[in-house]
Nanobody, 126 residues
Framework: EVRVVESGGGSVQAGGSLRLSCTTS????????IGWFRQAPGKEREGVSC????????DYSASVKGRFTISRDNAKNTVYLQMNSLKPEDTATYYC???????????????????WGQGTQVTVSS
Protein backbone atom coordinates (compact mmCIF):
# COMPACT_ATOMS: atom_id res chain seq x y z
CA GLU A 1 0.00 0.00 0.00
CA VAL A 2 1.39 3.33 -1.05
CA ARG A 3 1.84 5.93 1.66
CA VAL A 4 3.01 9.50 1.22
CA VAL A 5 3.86 12.15 3.79
CA GLU A 6 4.09 15.77 2.74
CA SER A 7 5.85 18.38 4.88
CA GLY A 8 7.50 21.76 4.75
CA GLY A 9 4.50 24.03 4.35
CA GLY A 10 4.03 27.23 6.27
CA SER A 11 3.06 30.87 6.13
CA VAL A 12 5.22 33.33 4.23
CA GLN A 13 4.93 36.75 2.70
CA ALA A 14 4.76 37.26 -1.03
CA GLY A 15 8.18 36.86 -2.57
CA GLY A 16 9.27 34.35 0.04
CA SER A 17 10.37 30.76 -0.36
CA LEU A 18 9.48 27.34 1.00
CA ARG A 19 10.74 23.83 0.31
CA LEU A 20 8.23 21.03 0.44
CA SER A 21 9.17 17.39 0.95
CA CYS A 22 7.31 14.26 -0.08
CA THR A 23 8.41 10.98 1.44
CA THR A 24 6.95 7.79 0.06
CA SER A 25 6.75 4.24 1.36
CA UNK A 26 5.10 1.00 0.34
CA UNK A 27 6.24 1.29 -3.27
CA UNK A 28 9.57 1.06 -5.08
CA UNK A 29 9.82 4.83 -5.23
CA UNK A 30 12.63 4.83 -7.77
CA UNK A 31 10.28 3.15 -10.26
CA UNK A 32 7.72 5.95 -10.20
CA UNK A 33 7.31 9.46 -11.43
CA ILE A 34 6.12 11.69 -8.58
CA GLY A 35 3.76 14.59 -9.00
CA TRP A 36 2.95 17.58 -6.83
CA PHE A 37 -0.62 18.84 -6.80
CA ARG A 38 -2.41 21.60 -4.93
CA GLN A 39 -5.93 22.49 -3.95
CA ALA A 40 -7.05 25.93 -2.93
CA PRO A 41 -10.30 26.46 -1.01
CA GLY A 42 -13.26 26.23 -3.33
CA LYS A 43 -11.16 25.07 -6.26
CA GLU A 44 -10.39 21.74 -7.85
CA ARG A 45 -7.11 19.99 -7.27
CA GLU A 46 -4.59 20.81 -9.96
CA GLY A 47 -1.22 19.55 -11.10
CA VAL A 48 1.79 21.67 -10.19
CA SER A 49 4.87 19.70 -11.15
CA CYS A 50 6.17 16.23 -11.91
CA UNK A 51 9.54 14.50 -11.94
CA UNK A 52 10.35 11.26 -13.71
CA UNK A 53 11.62 8.24 -11.82
CA UNK A 54 15.21 9.01 -12.80
CA UNK A 55 14.89 12.73 -12.23
CA UNK A 56 15.92 13.49 -15.80
CA UNK A 57 12.51 14.77 -16.88
CA UNK A 58 10.46 17.42 -15.15
CA ASP A 59 7.24 19.21 -15.91
CA TYR A 60 5.70 22.37 -14.49
CA SER A 61 2.35 24.06 -14.79
CA ALA A 62 2.44 27.42 -16.50
CA SER A 63 1.57 29.19 -13.27
CA VAL A 64 4.70 28.00 -11.43
CA LYS A 65 7.25 27.56 -14.21
CA GLY A 66 10.38 29.55 -13.51
CA ARG A 67 9.56 29.88 -9.81
CA PHE A 68 9.31 26.27 -8.58
CA THR A 69 11.92 23.53 -8.92
CA ILE A 70 11.24 19.84 -8.39
CA SER A 71 13.97 17.37 -7.48
CA ARG A 72 14.31 13.94 -5.92
CA ASP A 73 16.60 11.80 -3.85
CA ASN A 74 15.72 8.19 -4.51
CA ALA A 75 18.04 6.97 -1.76
CA LYS A 76 15.78 8.81 0.69
CA ASN A 77 12.50 8.04 -1.11
CA THR A 78 11.92 11.78 -1.10
CA VAL A 79 10.86 14.34 -3.67
CA TYR A 80 11.28 18.05 -3.06
CA LEU A 81 9.51 21.13 -4.37
CA GLN A 82 11.51 24.32 -3.97
CA MET A 83 9.10 27.23 -4.22
CA ASN A 84 10.54 30.70 -4.77
CA SER A 85 8.94 34.06 -5.48
CA LEU A 86 5.74 32.87 -3.87
CA LYS A 87 2.51 34.67 -4.68
CA PRO A 88 -0.79 34.86 -2.78
CA GLU A 89 -2.34 32.72 -5.51
CA ASP A 90 0.02 29.89 -4.54
CA THR A 91 -1.93 29.55 -1.28
CA ALA A 92 -3.25 25.99 -1.16
CA THR A 93 -2.82 22.58 0.39
CA TYR A 94 -0.07 20.75 -1.47
CA TYR A 95 -0.13 17.02 -2.09
CA CYS A 96 2.17 14.55 -3.76
CA UNK A 97 1.53 11.18 -5.37
CA UNK A 98 3.16 8.55 -7.53
CA UNK A 99 1.99 9.07 -11.08
CA UNK A 100 2.22 7.73 -14.60
CA UNK A 101 5.03 9.22 -16.69
CA UNK A 102 5.07 12.99 -16.39
CA UNK A 103 3.41 13.55 -19.74
CA UNK A 104 0.28 12.09 -18.17
CA UNK A 105 0.75 12.88 -14.50
CA UNK A 106 -2.42 14.88 -14.11
CA UNK A 107 -4.46 11.94 -15.33
CA UNK A 108 -4.64 10.60 -11.76
CA UNK A 109 -6.99 13.50 -10.99
CA UNK A 110 -9.57 12.23 -13.45
CA UNK A 111 -8.93 8.55 -12.68
CA UNK A 112 -10.10 8.64 -9.08
CA UNK A 113 -6.77 8.26 -7.32
CA UNK A 114 -7.59 7.86 -3.63
CA UNK A 115 -4.32 7.36 -1.75
CA TRP A 116 -3.65 11.00 -1.04
CA GLY A 117 -1.67 11.99 2.02
CA GLN A 118 -2.73 14.67 4.48
CA GLY A 119 -1.06 17.39 2.45
CA THR A 120 0.88 20.38 3.68
CA GLN A 121 -0.61 23.87 3.88
CA VAL A 122 1.08 26.78 2.15
CA THR A 123 -0.21 30.27 2.90
CA VAL A 124 1.22 33.30 1.12
CA SER A 125 0.20 36.73 2.33
CA SER A 126 0.44 39.90 0.30
Amino acid sequence: EVRVVESGGGSVQAGGSLRLSCTTSGIPTADYAIGWFRQAPGKEREGVSCISNTGRTTDYSASVKGRFTISRDNAKNTVYLQMNSLKPEDTATYYCAPTPPCTYYTHILRDGYDSWGQGTQVTVSS
